[in-house]
């Protein structure tokens, strides 16, 4: 399923006066598609995914996800949309560190007051290859473990899309690879849409295109480049601004 926004701004009340994050993005994120977002510190990343995921409104402009103009939606109509086809994954994971890894999956589903059926549950930390971890808790997991319980998490509802900020920041090498593996099997082997925030070249070179933001306005987007390129353009942009 398709996300698109058009033309969206996001200006934030800042002590010191308006802030502008997102300045007029407009952007497709096309279904079976490995978007990543790159661009300076404060360049309007994080914003960009909580207003395309429907975690925060956007100043003007719109999202639609699948169709659905999110600023037509009430409260609660937006809540549902959220959790029933938005997946959200952060950097420091999220887990409640008192449940267990199975328990962690299903949180969401409890929280919405229905119930998750175990099977599933199981199946779902298969899915990302920790059959063997459903009874853990989040301090007896790697960080890469972790992440990969809160991607199974986020998975759980079979959202259209997966947004993630910085998934794999905490996260070192080799687990960062596991990581970064089993989004692009989302998109290749499920079809779903994935965007990810990085500021790591190699992270972006996953993604089948890598957008570039600075000032919260869309400057450039790159397809078919390797890391070595990503990085090369980053320097580039540095150095401009
Ligand atoms: N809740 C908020 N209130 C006020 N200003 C905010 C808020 N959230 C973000 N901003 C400002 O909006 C701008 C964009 O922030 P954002 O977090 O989207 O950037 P980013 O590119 O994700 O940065 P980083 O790479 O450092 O995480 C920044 O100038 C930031 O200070």
């Not at 058009?6 to 490995?34: M, R």
């Not at 937006?78 to 328990?103: E, K, P, Y």
């Not at 989302?186 to 570039?212: E, I």
């Amino acid at each position: 399923m398709t996300v698109r926004l058009d033309d969206v701004g996001k200006t934030y009340d800042g002590g010191a006066g308006p802030v502008t994050a997102l300045d007029g993005v407009t952007a497709t994120f096309d279904e079976g598609t490995f978007t990543a977002v790159m661009g300076p510190s404060g360049s309007g990343k994080s914003t960009l995914l909580h207003c395309a995921a429907g975690l925060e409104p956007p100043t003007s402009g719109a999202v639609t996800i699948a169709g659905t103009r999110l600023g037509e939606l009430d409260e609660t109509a937006l809540t549902r949309l959220r959790r029933d086809r938005v997946g959200f994954v952060f950097q420091d994971f999220n887990l409640v560190s008192s449940l267990t890894a199975a328990q962690n999956v299903a949180l969401p589903l409890r929280l919405a007051g229905r119930r998750a059926d175990s099977d599933r549950v199981r199946a779902a930390l298969a899915e990302v290859g920790l059959e063997d971890r459903i009874g853990h808790r989040p301090r007896e997991l790697s960080g890469g473990q972790q992440q990969r319980v809160a991607i199974a998490r986020a998975l759980f509802t079979r959202p259209a899309v997966l947004f993630a900020d910085e998934p794999t920041g905490a996260l070192d090498n080799r687990t960062s690879h596991q990581v970064l593996t089993l989004l692009r099997d989302l998109v290749d082997r499920h079809g779903r849409t994935v965007v990810m925030v990085t500021h790591d070249p190699v992270s972006a070179a996953v993604a089948d295109r890598v957008v570039l933001l600075v000032d919260g306005r869309i400057t450039d987007e790159l397809t078919g480049v390797d890391a070595a390129g990503v990085a090369d353009r980053m320097t580039a942009l540095e150095r401009s601004c």
